[in-house]
């Protein structure tokens, strides 16, 4: 049995049980859930969605009882705390989590979602992490080309519909070459560690068979200046319960 711990999102709005060691889901997951919270679609689904924290903090975002959100995840421990965790938190809307690969979808998700959201693994190389702790590992490698997993997300989206990735800055390129000739209307929004530091992490959004111009977003810093406090005035409203436009 693997230890967990219970942490708080949304200044207490959801406790999540999480694994102890391995990945945890942090301020990733919160991005992920705000930028997702400010696309107001009726159904969507979070591809590779690990213990629920994005899904659930969206849930708890939007506070829509007719919100139909889907939790995507192959890891049956995992999943398990996924279900565990919809059951502890009271959100609004449909909240279902359901075991399958993002790579190979069920056919009865292809086509069915006005968003399909993710914050995927890092590594597409097994061995980029060399660590014996082989949930870890599970966690952090995709398994398969980052294109791959892009091309099933965009399977399980309707003809229109939103694509949301939070991913390494350095991966940018990829996820374009991936997104070309299958979505426009590309949102790119870089996560600074602070004012003037290269990003680290972006926010990209885009519309399935769209062909609209790319944007370039300003972006959002994370801490302050040195010594000004832990976070930016920008991070903290989201943590808080705001809502990030991508």
């Not at 009726?42 to 009882?65: I, P, W, Y």
């Not at 292809?110 to 660590?131: C, E, K, M, W």
């Not at 990003?199 to 040195?226: E, N, Q, T, Y």
Request: glycine letters at 10%; proline letters at 6%.
């Amino acid at each position: 049995m693997i230890e967990t711990t219970h942490d708080i999102f949304l200044k207490g709005a959801l406790t999540i049980e999480q694994p102890s060691k391995g990945y945890r889901a942090g301020t990733d997951a919160v991005l992920l859930a705000a930028a997702a919270a400010a696309i107001h679609v009726g159904k969507a689904l979070e591809a590779g969605c690990g213990v629920g924290t994005a899904l659930l903090s969206l849930a708890s975002l939007r506070a829509d009882s007719t919100l139909q959100l889907t939790g995507l995840e192959k890891d049956e421990a995992a999943w398990c705390l996924a279900v565990s965790n919809a059951k502890a938190n009271s959100v609004s809307g449909e909240v279902k989590f359901v075991l399958g690969d993002v790579l190979v979808p069920d056919e009865a998700l292809l086509g069915a979602y006005d968003l399909v959201f993710s914050n995927p693994p890092y590594f597409d190389d097994d061995q980029a992490i060399r660590d014996p702790d082989a949930a870890r590992h599970a966690a952090y490698i995709l398994g398969a080309p980052l294109d791959a997993w892009i091309k099933g997300m965009l399977a399980m989206a309707t003809p229109k519909g939103r694509f949301l990735m939070i991913h390494r800055a350095d991966r940018l390129p990829d996820i374009l070459a991936a997104l070309r000739g299958r979505a426009g209307d590309i949102g790119i929004c870089p996560v600074r560690p602070r004012a003037g530091t290269p990003a680290k992490r972006v926010l990209v959004s885009a519309r399935k068979g769209s062909r609209a111009p790319l944007r370039l977003l300003a972006g959002i810093d994370m801490h302050p200046p040195v010594g000004e406090g832990r976070f930016s005035a920008d991070y903290q409203a989201i943590c808080d319960g705001g809502v990030l436009a991508v």
